[in-house]
């Protein structure tokens, strides 16, 4: 089943269309990042999903049930962590859970002390939130909706304002939520953090789903070995190539090869063009990141013409 599913999901502000016909899909135990540069329109999808707005047209399902109509069955599986934290002041951390644990349904959910060993926080709860650091507060967040237990996450940048330490033990946290079968919406402007930690992605660019794929497998198709040699050796070596079994293509662009396989394989290749005598002046590995795939997808095509 699908944790989320929107169909045609659009949101128009008078004049500014700020979410077009998106039809968007994560599945149940995804780790699903959501990315897309300022003002795409990421912020407007999430409160679509949570009902906090009414869409201009379109449709959002969470675990089946269409959001507009079953509001009472979808927000209690929901966990979220939008914007600033917002607590009372002059109660610590520890107590303020406590309070929030305590409006809770009766039923299974994590107990404060939980919720607080996942994100790292145990030892300073009892400090007032007035003193708590940005990324005290972050982390204090996450535990309130870590202690809901719910089936599904929803993250708005969620190691905001944390130090490298504390991006990891969310990382970690988050991690340990989809080993247990949990799915979590991610969006988050550390593309390095969601290639490590996501396992879906979909890019928003302008309002529109421009791309919506496997972290893997977005990887994969913009990675390979270019093999940089002569001119006059190129179709040779393309011919080469090609027919070794874990070579998907060659394209060739004056002396250089870009060979679609693993990038592992840079070495096998150079041994095999050696053994049928073509000189290489060079075989090196191109291995993107997902921050590469991103600014490609999402860069002005016209402004970067011009």
Known sequence: MEAIKT?????RYKKLLALN??????NEGDI??????NGAGKTTTIRLILDLISPTDGKVHVFGHRVADGVAQVLPRIGSVLGNPAFYPHLSGRENLNL??????KGDHMSVEEGLQLVNLREKAGLKFS?????????LALASAYIKDPDLYILDEPTNGLDPKGRVEVRD??????????????????LNEVQEV?????VLKDGRLINESHVSQLLRETSGVIVTAAKETMERISDVVSELDYVNGVEISDDRAFVDCPTDKSSQILTTLAGEGIEVQEVERKERSLEDV???????KEAHDE
């Not at 929030?100 to 349904?105: E, G, N, T, V, Y």
């Not at 939520?177 to 991610?186: M, P, Y």
Request: charged share 25%.
């Open 294 to 300: 991103f600014i490609e997808l999402t860069e002005d």
């Open 198 to 202: 996501c396992s879906r992605v979909g």
């Open 7 to 11: 169909k045609g999901l659009t949101k």
């Open 21 to 26: 016909n998106v039809d968007l899909t994560v």
């Open 173 to 190: 946290a988050i991690k340990n939520l989809g080993g247990r079968g949990k799915t979590i919406f991610l969006s988050s402007h550390l």
């Open 100 to 105: 929030f644990r305590d409006l809770l349904p």
């Open 131 to 139: 003193n708590f650091s940005a990324g005290m507060k972050r982390r």
């Open 32 to 37: 699903y990042g959501f990315l897309g540069p």
